[in-house]
């Protein structure tokens, strides 16, 4: 027998219970609700729907009602009304029980999805694993590892775990306008990672950064989101996902305004972190002399920073520290004063920006170099 799609097997001793419900009217026993229990889980664990096995209870019990003998030895109206009643309250007990089996299968299998998706993202997103091995469990979490991907990383203003609500808010976004691109959507390290083909699924990464910056009112947006470079294979994407955190590190240390970013755009700090002592000689010639000035060389610094990212525009630059333009003219010549650069000279202006900069990657002026 087969309703709904579903094999008659689990059925187990229902078509038994209804008759005998139908001649006595008790209620179904405990060893049989944990019976119709197991019944559920065994159907959610083939792949069956909570609704097929319902459809098949009830089926079975259209199909069965006329026969029971309940049924055919009821007198009268008031009779067949108590039988009724007691064969129904034996179907929503069983349908109870197999929708508490269904579901505590349901919550298991999504558990142990969630753990082995884990496991996958930490061994890709470190490099470990067999490379063939790590390609065929990419494909149960919808990448193909050989082709080219690029990996975006959003850090919030709190830790993104699997269960937040703005991170399944998101992943109900993407997988409603993107369906099965060939994408994956994770949490590491208190951030949340984007894993996307690159190309023509490019506006996967896009959708994922707006939704991020985004998600819609009663949501945490991300404190900013950081797209690294495509690289193809499973390396690339561990490439692609250190560029995008280190990124995030740069953009913090230089106080960047900007909230969407790209691995590209940054490419020149880690040239000039590479040689650390030498960024580290180029801040304390050019900028150690602002140690001296009233105050400290911190508002200096920070002058320069402004200055730079409002495009030497005094007024918007002024704005960004919160101080009036006459003030920024009297920081810009103490800058001169100190260091014997102008910042009014496009080449000496250079060395002071480059200056500035390595002295935000670096920490200083807070910590010594």
């Known amino acids: 027998m087969r309703r709904a799609g579903i094999s008659g097997d689990f059925l187990g001793d229902y078509p038994r219970l209804l008759a005998e419900v139908s001649t006595t009217g008790r209620l179904p026993r405990r060893d049989e609700l944990d019976a119709f229990r197991s019944l559920g889980e065994r159907a959610a664990e083939d792949g069956h729907k909570l609704r097929e096995v319902v459809t098949l209870f009830v089926g079975e019990t259209r199909a069965l009602w006329g026969t029971l003998p309940g049924v055919m030895r009821a007198a009268g109206p008031a009779e067949r009304a108590r ?18 089996g269904h579901e505590q299968a349901r919550r298991l299998a999504v558990r142990q999805e969630e753990a082995e998706r884990r496991e996958f993202v930490d061994d890709l997103l470190h490099g470990r694993s067999d490379l063939g091995r790590l390609a065929e469990r990419a494909q149960r979490f919808g990448l193909r590892l050989s082709h080219t991907h690029t990996v975006a990383v959003a850090e919030g203003y709190e830790v993104y775990d699997d269960v937040h609500p703005t991170v399944r808010r998101i992943e109900r976004e993407l997988v409603a306008r993107f369906g099965d691109r060939d994408a994956l959507l994770t949490t590491k390290d208190g951030r949340l990672v984007c894993i996307a083909a690159s190309g023509d699924d490019r506006a996967v990464l896009d959708a994922f950064a707006l939704l991020a910056e985004r998600p819609g009112p009663g949501y945490v947006s991300a404190r900013r989101v950081a797209l690294g470079r495509e690289h193809t294979g499973p390396s690339g994407v561990v490439s692609s996902y250190e560029e995008a955190v280190e990124a995030l590190h740069v953009a913090d240390r230089l106080g960047l305004p900007t909230v969407k970013l790209t691995a590209s ?3 020149v700090f880690p040239v000039l972190l590479r040689d650390r002592s030498a960024i580290a000689d180029l801040v304390n010639t050019v900028l150690g002399p602002l140690a001296g000035a009233r105050g400290g060389a911190e508002p200096l610094v920070q002058t320069l920073m402004a200055c730079s990212q409002s495009g030497y525009v005094n007024a918007e630059a002024a704005r960004r520290l919160g101080v009036g333009v006459r003030t920024l003219t009297y920081r810009l010549a103490r800058i001169r004063t100190f260091t014997g650069y102008d910042p009014a000279d496009a080449l000496q ?7 500035a900069m390595g002295a935000r990657l670096l920490g200083w002026p807070q910590h010594e170099l």
């Open 349 to 355: 202006r250079y060395t002071l920006e480059t200056a």
């Open 83 to 100: 039988t009724g009643d007691a064969i129904l309250a034996a179907l929503e007990g069983a349908i109870g029980a197999l929708g508490d």
């Open 265 to 267: 755009e940054l490419l």
